[in-house]
């Protein structure tokens, strides 16, 4: 027996130190647990069954070694000898087993084989162990199975083509690859040793004697090379949790958007469904043959529309990116005009409406001036109980103007106050979208102010605008007679409707379809026209091309154009009109306003 004399003491530490170490890996392989992947759960059984079948051998020789027994040693022939013998076998299969198992697992193809299959070839091990004669005829019984078991893991854990490298499935395949080169040469030393008797000639007997050494040694590489694989598996899980994450977290964002413009739609189809439920209702009454009928339908359908276009543009509003015309406002008169739409509103409710307005001149809007004081009013006579009253002050102050209104509703809680100016947020069910205050934060905004709620002195809520001061307005040069217009639009219905209008305003209106009639119309004669009406976005060439057309070859033509557009809100649109030398109005709009807005460039042009 190769390991029962002095100089196998060291070969006898170093079994040791393979028991030690395969308990070690088993540990380390359990505390990274069976969620990290099924491939790990069966490299723990592994070295669990490796730690097992080494000690048990190692016990085995410790006390068959002098130094360690004394002078009684186990032979072999003893039923203790032969348990540990089986012990040792049965751990090397199991080792091996799961050892393919692991690696076919790791290559996902499957979990490495049946459970009763394993159990199967671990038990005949087992016996096998217990029946062989001597640990030369175990180590040689070893030899065929376990130099298969190594070229089969080595196989399975290629690297397929195209995958990233992985420096740890290339050790481990190296050293596996070795470690079936050394389990044949003990094979072959085992012959050579025993029946054919040449260990003296070509030294197999050290071979044996010190196998342990060379096992330790591969199996210190095989667990390195193994841990690299766990760390390159856990780095690329990391990466695919980390690009799973990052999907989710744009998908969200993308549910966030369609749930945004859910809410959007939703919201406008409420504001919009009520007029035109009216303005088809009354449509058929336009062709009754009682005048009363007529002239009665024809009313409801101009006031659903006007309300239709006010919902419109108080949407457009909320993308923050709004055009406004801003020019010097006397606030009191403006002030005044609001006042008067909502008198009715505050006297059915039983709500007195004070005014407090210093002599101070704002530098805005109208329209978005009159839009933001109207809804703050309109919610303040909403929110005050019957016989309350609702305070109207305008200041100066040191950041600006100040537009105060205070109710003497519930107030609005600290916690709702950022909420508060989010479209189509309310705490009104049934009694509007939710767009009035934002639309207020919107406007307020686009001028540079800015907008807060806070607690009034008695009781209710405060809103506190701010508008900046600015400077004054050019003054308007004198109107000038024998206006002629050309109106550019793709929309025949669009051209006709504003031409009407214009005839009968006293305007000598030309028509184009397109931006190309329009250009030749224009410098075939370009002081014949005072005024010019375009429609922003058109197929082909836009309204921007004729702009910048204009802005190169005629500057002095754009002074006589105004552009026309049912998008005012886009990033688009505040961008050309950041450098746009015209005016731009939104649509939908009164043709009526449209044209006194085409005199004043005529006059000024």
């Known amino acids: 027996m190769f390991f029962a004399d002095s100089a196998g003491l060291f070969s006898l530490v170093c079994l040791w130190i393979q028991s030690l170490l395969a308990w070690m890996f088993m540990a380390f392989f359990a505390v990274i647990g069976e969620r990290d992947g099924v491939w790990i759960r069966h490299w723990r059984r592994a070295f669990l ?11 085995r020789f410790a006390l068959a070694h002098h130094f360690a027994a004394g002078e009684r040693t186990l032979d072999d022939r003893e039923w203790l000898v032969r348990l540990m013998y089986g012990v040792y076998l049965g751990g090397k299969v199991a080792f091996a087993w799961f050892l393919v198992a692991g690696a076919v697992a790791l290559r996902q193809r499957g979990g490495g084989g049946r459970g009763w299959l394993a159990a199967a070839a671990v038990v005949a091990g087992a016996i096998a162990g217990a029946l062989l004669p001597t640990v030369e005829s175990i180590l040689l019984v070893q030899a065929p199975w376990f130099t298969f078991a190594c070229m089969r893991t080595a196989r399975e854990l290629r690297t397929d083509p195209g995958s990233e490298p992985d ?16 389990w044949v040469a003990y094979g072959v030393a085992v012959i050579a040793v025993g029946p054919l008797r040449q260990a003296t000639i070509v030294g197999f007997s050290h071979l044996l004697r010190f196998n342990s050494m060379i096992d330790l040694a591969v199996q210190v590489a095989l667990a390195c090379g193994l841990i ?5 598996e856990a780095r690329r899980n990391a990466i695919q949790v980390l690009g799973e994450r990052d999907r989710l977290r744009e998908q969200l964002r993308q549910d966030e958007k369609v749930r945004a413009m859910s809410t959007l739609i939703g919201g406008i189809a409420h504001e919009i469904n009520n007029p035109l439920t009216a303005m088809l209702g009354f449509a058929d009454d336009l062709g009754a043959i009682d005048p009363e009928r007529r002239e009665r339908a024809a009313r409801i359908v101009l006031e659903q529309a006007e309300r239709c276009r006010a919902i419109v543009r108080r949407i457009s509003m909320l993308g923050r990116h709004a055009v406004l015309e801003t020019r010097e406002l006397p606030t009191a008169a403006a002030v005044q005009r609001v006042l008067a739409t909502q008198q009715a509103a505050a006297d059915a409710r039983g709500v007195r409406l004070a005014v407090a307005i210093e002599a101070v001149t704002l530098w805005a809007d109208p329209t978005s001036f009159e839009l933001v004081l109207g809804n703050l009013l309109g919610n303040a006579v909403q929110a005050s109980p019957h016989g309350g009253a609702v305070r109207v002050s305008v200041e100066s102050a040191a950041g600006g103007e100040l537009l105060l209104v205070e109710d003497q509703g519930p107030g609005v809680p600290p916690a709702l106050r950022e909420r508060a100016f989010e479209p189509f947020w309310t705490t009104k069910p049934g009694q509007g979208a939710g767009l009035g205050l934002a639309v207020v934060a919107a406007l307020v905004n686009a001028h540079g102010g800015s907008v807060r709620v806070e607690d009034a002195a008695g009781g209710g809520a405060r809103f506190v605008v701010t508008w900046p001061r600015q400077g004054a307005a050019p003054p308007a040069e004198p109107p000038r007679d024998g206006l002629r217009l050309l109106i550019i639009d793709d929309e025949p219905l669009v051209r006709t409707t504003i031409a009407r209008q214009a005839v009968r305003d006293g305007w000598q209106v030309v028509e184009a379809g397109s931006v190309d009639d329009a250009l030749r119309l224009l410098f075939e004669s370009p002081q014949s026209f005072a005024a010019v009406i375009c429609d922003l976005r058109m197929p082909g060439r836009s309204g921007v091309h004729l702009h910048d057309v204009l802005a190169q070859r005629e500057p002095e033509l754009l002074r006589r154009c105004l552009f026309v557009t049912g998008d005012l809100a886009s990033a688009e649109a505040v961008e050309f009109a950041r450098r746009c030398g015209a005016p731009i109005v939104g649509k939908p709009f009164v043709p009526a306003e449209l044209c006194a807005r085409l005199r004043t460039i005529a006059r000024c042009a």
Do not use: F, K, N, Q
């Open 228 to 232: 690299m694989i766990v760390m390159g």
């Open 49 to 59: 069954a490796l730690g097992i079948g080494l000690t048990a051998l190692s016990v």
């Open 167 to 182: 420096p740890g499935r290339r050790l481990v395949r190296a050293v596996i690859h070795a470690w079936g080169v050394a």
